[in-house]
Structure formats: structure tokens, C-alpha cells
């Protein structure tokens, strides 16, 4: 059983909006059939699809996010000496990361949420 940190990194690396502490709320799974799906699946995974996904993509997505702000050290430098820094080191983590999310979101069943540039979710009335 995932822990709610988990959930919450897992709801945030798949893109989608935070849960809130009760299911009351307009942003609710009840709205949307796709982070109601991902709620699901969360729920009611085998321990062996469980351990997949923290040993797996958990790990290397906290690598890959905390690398990211990391390339702001090296903004200030083009070239030094024979090493050369990479103008789209930040670009090139960003897309590194967001591949390994839709990575998540496709072992996980569920399409990528908005914050990964989906346009999927839609209100349920």
C-alpha cells in the first residue's frame, strides 16, 4: 500500500492537480473519469506493481526533479577551459523527467494529467 506521500508524488508526476484532504471538492475523481481512474489503480495494485513503481519510477523521478534546479548553477557559464556547458542542459533534464512521468502515467494505465500538456480532463456534469 502506497504511503500518502507516494500518492501525492505519484498525482504529481503523472500531471495531475493536488487531491485536497476530503473527495468534496469540484476537483474530485468524481469530476474527472481520469484521476478517478488513477486513484483506482493506486488503491488496488499488486504489491509486485507497487514495488515496480517505487523502486522503479519513484526513485528515478525524485533523481531526475531534484537535477533539474540543480542546472541553475550553470547558467552563468558558456565555456570554461575545455569544458563546455550544455545551453539546453535545463531542456534536455526537463524532457529526460517528463518522459519518465508518461512512462508512470502509461505502466499506470491512466493519460498524462494537464500539467504534462494533455488537454484529457474533462467536467463531468
Known amino acids: 500500500m502506497f504511503t500518502n506521500a507516494q500518492k501525492v508524488d505519484i498525482r504529481r508526476f503523472c500531471g495531475y492537480p493536488v487531491y485536497g484532504g476530503t473527495p468534496s471538492s469540484f476537483q474530485s475523481y468524481r469530476f474527472f473519469q481520469e484521476y478517478g481512474t488513477l486513484e483506482y489503480r493506486m488503491n488496488n495494485l499488486l504489491a509486485e506493481e507497487e514495488a515496480v513503481i517505487t523502486a522503479t519510477y519513484l526513485a528515478n523521478l525524485y533523481t531526475l526533479e531534484t537535477a533539474i534546479p540543480a542546472t541553475g548553477a550553470n547558467l552563468d ?45 474533462r467536467l463531468v456534469v
Do not use: I, Y
Not at 519518465?100 to 488537454?119: A, I, N
Open 77 to 121: 557559464t558558456d565555456q570554461a577551459a575545455v569544458w563546455t556547458h550544455n545551453k539546453n542542459e535545463q531542456r534536455d533534464r526537463e524532457r529526460l523527467f517528463d518522459s519518465w512521468r508518461r512512462k508512470l502515467c502509461g505502466f499506470l494505465g491512466v493519460p498524462p494529467g494537464p500539467d504534462l500538456g494533455q488537454p484529457g480532463l
